[in-house]
């Protein structure tokens, strides 16, 4: 009987250590360049409808269970005009949780996000005829979303802290016909569920350029919502 239970234990042992090669076999192929390319290509297929303009991911540097860092993108508005350039962002989340959680949790989701850091952010600011700048409808669905069952669950997405090493905000509005922005480390928290949007913001030097007589201001940025 011991012998027969010291077997089971090493066979229990020995698919438990061969699962475990498994996985680390399969995240380590995730990471390699090939393997990188091909999830950003499928990621840039499902996001080609999603929205009214157009997500394209560039490159992704690293992916494994924590998360995804060294990530390039571009943003088009929804006349393919480019609005929204990203450089070295890397997202902490640990997504084997949040799998688990949409398959065996119930109806309410918690997404914890650890840290979001870019490292630069180019935004071009265009009229889209009304006033208003192309990139706010760039994110829009493109198709309307459907209305949600009275019984389904809440969802809280909370953003522990979000960095920017630095931003360059320029084009023109009918309001203000030149912009010309810099934002350098931008730090903050937020949190969106459905009863409110919770926010918490610092910059440590806003400038702008290519204001009336010339002028140019400069200074810090704390905001609390």
Known sequence: ARRAGR????????????VLALVLLVLICMDLP??????????????ANAFQGRVTIRHIGHIGV??????????????GKRVL??????????????????????????IAIGGIRVRHIEAMLRDDGTGQPTIASAFLP??????????????????????????????????????DAEIDRLKASLTIDPRA??????VDRLRGRALPLGLVASGELRAKG
Do not use: C, M, Y
Not at 34 to 47: F, K, T
Not at 67 to 74: H, L, S
């Open 7 to 18: 077997a089971v234990l090493t066979g229990l042992k020995v698919i438990f250590l061969g």
């Open 34 to 47: 090939p393997a990188r390319a091909l999830i950003a290509s499928q990621a840039n297929s499902a996001l």
């Open 66 to 79: 924590s998360g995804v860092a060294g990530v390039d993108a571009v943003v088009g508005d929804a006349k």
């Open 85 to 110: 350039d990203v450089h070295g962002a890397s997202v902490d989340l640990f997504w084997p949780g949040l799998v688990w959680d949409l398959v065996a949790g119930g109806p309410d989701l918690e």
């Open 142 to 179: 493109k198709e309307p979303s459907p209305e949600p069952e009275q019984e389904a669950g809440e969802t809280t997405i909370r953003i522990e802290g979000v960095e920017l090493g630095h931003a360059w905000i320029h084009g023109g509005l009918p309001a203000l016909a030149v912009i």
């Open 197 to 202: 949007t919770r926010f918490e913001a610092g």
